[in-house]
């Protein structure tokens, strides 16, 4: 029984250090005192900072001269060997990857240290700290004033710890180890076509809070009722139990007052008169304000109603035909991940242009900045999750992480009128364990938000090989709200010419969204539009897939790979690839090739 006990709680010390905690909503909007700007680094191929020489951890150890990286030490006398110094090393960029910075770590996976110095302004005791990231690539372990807050895992959502008891009002210091090897059972797992950026891609910010304060709130249109609004809000700390706190949105005149129960929640509905539904033509977001004592947040929010009725996508009731574009996250232009406003408005502006009013966000949940930008312009948005491929199905950790980041941007972005799809995965390869899985996902999404749409990109085959007649074999089919498919007819199979030839039975009542089709092509090499690699050949490819899929009749949209050339170690071939996916309609440096051009005629033309 006492060895039990030990075990249980040696159990619940390792989990409780390495949960993150429960996630600030509106980090977005929130003030805070950034940490962005340069961070030391120690690229730390065999982890000597995280393990001694018998390979134990030192995780915990405050031991001088451990050796240990997170405890940032300086020799005290001129005898004493440390062998590292942070302040002594190079410096990163963050938020940003390693590999687009240092030549060097252009191909790195593996450990780097990061070290940033600070000092907090008016600090105040009476106040609670939180420090939170945007995102860290792939595992972030995280050390304040020499101590461990946590560990996160997963590349592309947000996390936070409190770090109260730890901060002082001068030299604190924060140490990350960021390790981005891929293994077999993440999300995702080894093999992607996309590149294994590392480091910590996104901002990086402390928040000053009150000692309740609020955590967590939500504010949607109801699915049915266009004058009803449904939230609830959240709080967290000490004085959380039967509190007053209030909903404002002064341009409704409308100012409610709730009170919490013992867990410091409320769920509310509030009647409202005619509202100016958030739309395509019409973004218009409502300033929106939450408050409980003296934590006051704000946020903009746009309320509108997304759903499907037979084949049809209805927005605000009204039929919505997505036109659509696939969309990595990397600034090609710059190189590296994208992560700033400025990358933002560079894709959805790119995606305007081609006269886009929905982008499909690939394979990954971006930055904040695109769904934010979203909502302002009026961009419809697929969000998706990274499990991509050949994921561990059978594995029950590998499951819980892909609903852990899942459930990171669902948290984020829910208040964002903007995003009307959650994609649980990427031509995921059938068996009844990944059925299990992305139905168990499919459950667990809609229980979180079952005001969005639920999808994933499925795959279609012929009915015999090399065959005209194409299905979707898929039980998944039965599960999602829209039926999406990946196709590259006339790229990887089939002769373009004869795509004309081909016949969809698609015997389905649901909406039909093709996430993918395209072809490479090498961005100023000219030839006959049979010639492969060639603007010629991706504008054939084009102007002849697009008639044919609009010609299913269940369509409702479109998003072709992809707006832009991405790196890919996948993609070896020189002259034509050299380490790029040239599926993009416009070249890494910007260069719009003849197939954007192509798309955009068929976007502005469809009568839909
Ligand atoms: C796909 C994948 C995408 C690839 C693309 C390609 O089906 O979903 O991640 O990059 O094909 O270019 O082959």
Known sequence: MRLIVSSFLVFMMATSLLASDALLQNNYLRKGLTLNGKWNYIVDVYETGYYNYRWEPHDGSTNPGSGAFFLNEKPQNKREIIEYDFDMAPTLLVPGDWNSQKEKLFYYEGTLWYKKSFDIENFDANKRYYLHFGAVNYRADVY???KKLGVHKGGFTPFNFEMTHLVNAKDNFVVVRVDNKRAADEVPTLNTDWWNYGGITRDVTVYELEQTFIEDYSLQLDKENNKLLNGYIQLNGDTKANAKVTVNIPELKLNKEFTTD????????????????WSCDNPKLYDVSFASGDDIISDKIGFRQISTRGSDILLNDEVVFLKGICIHEENAMRGGRAYSMEDAVTHLNWAKELGCNFVRLAHYPHNENMVRLAD??????WEESPVYWTIQWENPETYKKAEQQLTEVVYRDKNRASVIIWSMANETPQSEPRLEFLSNLAKKTRSLDDTRLVSAALEVHSTVPGGNTMVIEDEFADVVDILSFNQYYGWYWGDIENIKNLKWEI???KPVVISEFGAGALQGYHGDSLTAWSEEFQELLYEKTLPVLNAIPQISG????IISDFRSPRRVLIPYQDGWNRKGLISETGNKKKAFYTLQNFYKNINK
């Open 144 to 146: 304040v004033n020499g």
């Open 262 to 277: 013992a867990n410091g929640h409320v769920k509310f509905s509030i009647p409202t008169k005619k509202l100016n539904l």
């Open 507 to 509: 015997d389905i009542d």
């Open 376 to 381: 302002e312009m009026g961009m419809l948005v």
């Open 558 to 561: 479109i998003t072709p790979w």
